[in-house]
């Protein structure tokens, strides 16, 4: 059961203020699959997101990770437990260089971070790993570079790298092609694709043709609610679907 | 776009170790040669306690991101009762010193319990109010002798064989202390709990989703800073003689936050050179009365909107230096 899949909602609601914002969504994620939430915007993606990584708790459900019930979870927790999410708005430390980006994430596994009277020199010891991990995705010439000068695509790239060396379970991908050029939307699907054979990946995505090639599987939010699950192929069949991207009566 | 931080070859910035060393270097050189130079060294003393409270706000407001606006509360906290354990119990410097600091300690733990659970402005805000409210604390309690303020403090013999008395002993155990204070600022900003701290400023929900518990980083940055604020107001008692509610007036936290940004906001130097130019100016304008504070002020508009960086923030940028 929980070997099958890694993820698991059962009727998670979150509402604002009378306003539902996600309505009685059960999700399955199916363990080291690419699992894509897609919806046209407002229809609780995000929100989605926010709930299961816990920056936001949930109004009613339950949240499942690993056969553990993570419902109650400081997001801080959620993180430590495997389950790491990135962020719309590219989430790097803009004035620390790439390599020091990655290693803020390494660090924070060997528990010195609270030693405010050692030499930084100690953390000189993550950073062949943090060179292995840039060198993953391509980023090995950009080792020394603040992330701040660093272009947009190559900062989503950082982004994954840091992620990565967490040794996560999972990931949560937060639309990881926005405002990206074509180049860089192929240099990160294939980046994506790469690391998908080791994690279980959840993303939300607007690029449909991203969604095509990348996903295994599809779950289409509306309004809050599951419109439909299934593969691209079958999902681009759904006369439902159609009509949610494109509005009623389009024909 | 040119690089402001140079890195080493190992990608991590270590931006101008060199340049740090060397200002620290000059900084200590100028300050040992005060007592020979004519220059009066209770106004230096009374500048290097000032520029220890700055560096200690600096700390938290530079490199975790925190705006505290109620900074005096532990400077008037150290004060107070160092003064009170040297004059009424009769204790020895250090031993007053050692207590001061663990009440800000004591206070920061309490205070930072309850402000580091908001963010922003709520932050900066709840911080004014318990530095108020622990202001008509002080002011009603007997032990700080309200509007008088604890005066006649004792300097006694630090350790037994520093006389503070005698002027000289006196600047030169307030520039030890100061330079040691600064040194263990300087190892905290570079030190693995100082890079959490940044990543944390930089992007706080990114540092969450990394598995950060950050408020209890806030937590230690903001008890740390005030203990090292605490120390700043212990060692003023000795250069005083006193201690009186100026200290924990809430012009005293706008004072140090005008300091650290006249000298620079996130850079190690800045706090320094911004205590003495606002003590400089409190001391040489003197003349001018409540003239002082309008020109504080317009001092403060001139810094904002043109060199936003501070003093050593504005040379740290033009010659692409860390300082």
């Given at each position: 059961?929980?070997?099958?899949?890694?993820?698991?909602?059962?009727?998670?609601?979150?509402?604002?203020?009378?306003?539902?914002?996600?309505?009685?969504?059960?999700?399955?994620?199916?363990?080291?699959?690419?699992?894509?939430?897609?919806?046209?915007?407002?229809?609780?993606?995000?929100?989605?997101?926010?709930?299961?990584?816990?920056?936001?708790?949930?109004?009613?459900?339950?949240?499942?990770?690993?056969?553990?019930?993570?419902?109650?979870?400081?997001?801080?927790?959620?993180?430590?437990?495997?389950?790491?999410?990135?962020?719309?708005?590219?989430?790097?430390?803009?004035?620390?260089?790439?390599?020091?980006?990655v290693r803020?994430?390494l660090?924070?596994?060997?528990?010195?971070?609270?030693?405010?009277?050692?030499?930084?020199?100690?953390?000189?010891v993550y950073n062949q790993r943090a060179e292995e991990l840039?060198?993953?995705?391509?980023?090995?010439?950009?080792?020394?570079?603040?992330?701040?000068?660093?272009?947009?695509?190559?900062?989503?790239?950082?982004?994954?790298?840091?992620?990565?060396a967490?040794?996560?379970?999972?990931?949560?991908?937060?639309?990881?092609?926005?405002?990206?050029?074509?180049?860089?939307?192929?240099?990160?699907?294939?980046?994506?694709?790469?690391?998908?054979?080791?994690?279980?990946?959840?993303?939300?995505?607007?690029?449909?043709?991203?969604?095509?090639?990348?996903?295994?599987?599809?779950?289409?939010?509306?309004?809050?609610?599951?419109?439909?699950?299934?593969?691209?192929?079958?999902?681009?069949?759904?006369?439902?679907?159609?009509?949610?991207?494109?509005?009623?009566?389009?024909? | 776009?040119?690089?402001?931080?140079?890195?080493?070859?190992?990608?991590?910035?270590?931006?101008?170790?060199?340049?740090?060393?060397?200002?620290?270097?000059?900084?200590?050189?100028?300050?040992?040669?005060?007592?020979?130079?004519?220059?009066?060294?209770?106004?230096?003393?009374?500048?290097?306690?000032?520029?220890?409270?700055?560096?200690?706000?600096?700390?938290?407001?530079?490199?975790?991101?925190?705006?505290?606006?109620?900074?005096?509360?532990?400077?008037?906290?150290?004060?107070?009762?160092?003064?009170?354990?040297?004059?009424?119990?009769?204790?020895?410097?250090?031993?007053?010193?050692?207590?001061?600091?663990?009440?800000?300690?004591?206070?920061?733990?309490?205070?930072?319990?309850?402000?580091?659970?908001?963010?922003?402005?709520?932050?900066?805000?709840?911080?004014?109010?318990?530095?108020?409210?622990?202001?008509?604390?002080?002011?009603?309690?007997?032990?700080?002798?309200?509007?008088?303020?604890?005066?006649?403090?004792?300097?006694?013999?630090?350790?037994?064989?520093?006389?503070?008395?005698?002027?000289?002993?006196?600047?030169?155990?307030?520039?030890?202390?100061?330079?040691?204070?600064?040194?263990?600022?300087?190892?905290?900003?570079?030190?693995?709990?100082?890079?959490?701290?940044?990543?944390?400023?930089?992007?706080?929900?990114?540092?969450?989703?990394?598995?950060?518990?950050?408020?209890?980083?806030?937590?230690?940055?903001?008890?740390?800073?005030?203990?090292?604020?605490?120390?700043?107001?212990?060692?003023?008692?000795?250069?005083?003689?006193?201690?009186?509610?100026?200290?924990?007036?809430?012009?005293?936290?706008?004072?140090?936050?005008?300091?650290?940004?006249?000298?620079?906001?996130?850079?190690?130097?800045?706090?320094?050179?911004?205590?003495?130019?606002?003590?400089?100016?409190?001391?040489?304008?003197?003349?001018?009365?409540?003239?002082?504070?309008?020109?504080?002020?317009?001092?403060?508009?001139?810094?904002?909107?043109?060199?936003?960086?501070?003093?050593?923030?504005?040379?740290?940028?033009?010659?692409?230096?860390?300082?």
């Amino acid at each position: 059961m929980s070997d099958e899949f890694i993820l698991q909602t059962h009727g998670l609601t979150k509402e604002f203020a009378g306003f539902v914002a996600v309505r009685d969504v059960n999700l399955k994620v199916r363990r080291g699959s690419i699992h894509a939430l897609i919806g046209p915007n407002g229809a609780g993606k995000t929100t989605c997101f926010n709930l299961l990584t816990k920056f936001l708790t949930p109004t009613k459900g339950q949240i499942l990770y690993k056969g553990q019930d993570i419902t109650s979870l400081q997001p801080a927790a959620v993180a430590r437990l495997g389950l790491v999410r990135s962020f719309q708005i590219s989430a790097v430390f803009p004035h620390l260089t790439a390599l020091e980006n990655v290693r803020v994430a390494l660090q924070r596994q060997h528990g010195n971070s609270f030693d405010f009277w050692r030499s930084k020199s100690v953390l000189d010891v993550y950073n062949q790993r943090a060179e292995e991990l840039l060198h993953d995705v391509g980023l090995s010439d950009f080792a020394k570079t603040p992330a701040v000068e660093m272009p947009y695509g190559r900062k989503r790239a950082l982004e994954i790298a840091t992620t990565l060396a967490l040794d996560p379970d999972m990931m949560l991908l937060d639309e990881p092609m926005a405002g990206m050029g074509h180049e860089d939307i192929d240099k990160i699907s294939v980046l994506i694709k790469r690391i998908s054979a080791k994690y279980t990946i959840l993303m939300v995505e607007h690029n449909l043709s991203v969604v095509a090639h990348l996903s295994d599987i599809i779950t289409v939010l509306t309004r809050g609610q599951v419109l439909a699950e299934g593969n691209y192929a079958e999902l681009s069949k759904d006369q439902r679907v159609k009509e949610a991207y494109l509005g009623a009566g389009h024909e | 776009m040119t690089t402001m931080t140079t890195s080493s070859a190992d990608g991590v910035s270590k931006p101008f170790i060199r340049d740090e060393m060397w200002a620290f270097l000059i900084m200590t050189a100028l300050l040992v040669m005060v007592p020979v130079s004519g220059i009066y060294p209770f106004f230096v003393m009374q500048a290097l306690c000032f520029a220890l409270f700055a560096c200690a706000f600096n700390l938290l407001i530079g490199y975790s991101g925190l705006l505290s606006f109620g900074h005096a509360m532990f400077l008037g906290t150290g004060g107070y009762v160092t003064a009170h354990a040297a004059k009424v119990w009769g204790v020895s410097p250090e031993i007053g010193i050692v207590l001061g600091v663990a009440a800000a300690v004591a206070l920061g733990v309490i205070t930072g319990l309850i402000a580091i659970r908001r963010q922003g402005i709520y932050f900066s805000m709840i911080t004014l109010a318990l530095s108020q409210l622990l202001y008509f604390v002080y002011l009603q309690t007997p032990f700080t002798h309200g509007e008088d303020g604890i005066q006649g403090v004792p300097q006694g013999m630090m350790f037994g064989i520093f006389d503070l008395s005698k002027p000289i002993t006196l600047y030169y155990v307030v520039l030890v202390i100061f330079l040691l204070a600064f040194l263990l600022i300087y190892r905290i900003i570079n030190s693995p709990f100082g890079e959490v701290l940044k990543s944390i400023r930089e992007n706080e929900p990114r540092a969450i989703s990394l598995g950060y518990k950050t408020d209890q980083y806030k937590l230690m940055a903001f008890i740390l800073s005030g203990a090292l604020a605490g120390l700043a107001g212990a060692v003023k008692v000795f250069v005083a003689q006193n201690a009186s509610l100026t200290d924990v007036h809430w012009t005293m936290s706008g004072e140090v936050v005008l300091m650290t940004l006249v000298g620079g906001l996130g850079t190690v130097f800045g706090p320094v050179i911004g205590a003495f130019v606002i003590i400089a100016m409190q001391q040489y304008l003197a003349s001018f009365g409540q003239w002082v504070l309008v020109i504080q002020g317009v001092i403060f508009v001139v810094c904002v909107l043109t060199f936003r960086r501070g003093v050593i923030g504005e040379i740290a940028h033009y010659f692409r230096r860390s300082l």
